[in-house]
């Protein structure tokens, strides 16, 4: 529809004439003009405002239609679109010990990452090799950690470093590679955000052979 209907008159102009129409709303349900000034039949007596609205109802302006709006008449108030979240299994490799205090307590966020401070996670076997590094994690036994991860504002890199203070607004950074690893790593900025979900055991070269079991389920909470 053009901002100028056949025979009529610009919007614009209807609403500065609009103080003259003593029209009622038009009776077409969800039109948002006054109906026309000079009754006619064509126009319902000026309860429409054109014939166009009277025959097909709201939207479909046309002919001598006035354009003016209806005092009455509010726009409907947009809703926001939410923030689609973003939920994904990741892992994260520790030691045994940290695992089963992660298992009780939650994720604690890391301050010493490459990413800054958050919840480490990434691919199963780069968490892996994590959990195997006993001279990293000072454990005897390492742990793998499978979680749920949810987040819905991550900002993505294409590689290298960042600081806490960078890209302050995002709940998370991921990025193909860092200067310790050449593999995708995430930091989550809250660990509220993350969820472990089950324990595995992975030895390392100083393991001794513990009674714990291979894989906990914490669903059961079956961790100690």
């Given amino acids: 529809m053009g901002n100028v209907p056949p025979h009529g008159i610009s919007e614009n102009e209807a609403i500065k004439q609009g103080k003259q129409c003593n029209s009622g709303p038009c009776k077409s349900a969800g039109c948002k003009f006054k109906g026309h000034r000079k009754p006619a039949d064509w126009n319902g007596h000026g309860t429409y405002c054109c014939h166009m609205c009277k025959l097909y109802g709201?939207?479909?302006?046309?002919?001598?239609?006035?354009?003016?709006?209806?005092?009455?008449y509010t726009e409907p108030e947009k809703k926001k679109k939410e923030k689609e979240k973003l939920s994904f299994i990741a892992y994260h490799g520790t030691s045994l010990e940290n695992a089963k205090n992660i298992a009780k307590t939650g994720f604690r966020a890391s301050d010493d990452g490459c990413l800054g401070r958050g919840v480490y996670v990434g691919p199963e076997q780069k968490a892996i090799k994590f959990a195997r590094d006993h001279e990293r994690h000072h454990g005897k036994d390492g742990a793998l950690v499978k979680a749920l991860v949810t987040i819905d504002n991550p900002k993505f890199l294409r590689g290298g470093n960042a600081k806490?203070?960078?890209?302050?607004?995002?709940?998370?950074?991921?990025?193909?590679?860092?200067?310790?690893s050449p593999n995708p790593e995430w930091a989550i900025r809250n660990a509220s955000n993350v969820k472990a979900l089950s324990i595995q055991r992975v030895p390392t070269d100083v393991s001794t052979n513990l009674e714990w079991g291979q894989v906990h389920d914490l669903a059961t909470g079956d961790y100690e």
């Avoid at 806490?164 to 310790?180: C, G, I, P, Q, V």
């Fill in 58 to 72: 709201a939207h479909s302006h046309g002919g001598r239609c006035d354009r003016v709006r209806a005092h009455s």
């Fill in 164 to 180: 806490t203070s960078d890209h302050a607004s995002h709940d998370a950074l991921r990025t193909n590679w860092t200067s310790r």
